[in-house]
């Protein structure tokens, strides 16, 4: 009995550390660009570039 309640809190100590070392898509997340007004977004470049027709 005493063997089962140690390795039970074992697991449940170390199964936040190995959900965390899996890791998350905290930082792989997209965004829509916004641009201010009389530019637009520029893929190849990745920035927001005048209109030219503005």
Same mark, same amino acid.
């Given at each position: 009995?005493?063997? #089962?309640?140690?390795? &039970? $809190?074992?697991?449940? /100590?170390?199964?936040?550390?190995?959900?965390?070392?899996?890791? +998350?898509?905290? @930082? #792989?997340?997209?965004? &829509? $660009?916004?641009?201010? /007004?009389?530019?637009?977004?520029?893929?190849?470049?990745?920035? +927001?570039?005048? @209109?030219?027709?503005?």
């Amino acid at each position: 009995m005493k063997t #089962k309640t140690i390795l &039970a $809190a074992i697991a449940l /100590t170390l199964a936040p550390t190995v959900t965390l070392a899996m890791g +998350c898509n905290y @930082d #792989k997340h997209q965004q &829509a $660009a916004s641009c201010q /007004t009389g530019s637009s977004w520029d893929a190849d470049l990745g920035k +927001c570039v005048a @209109d030219q027709n503005a």
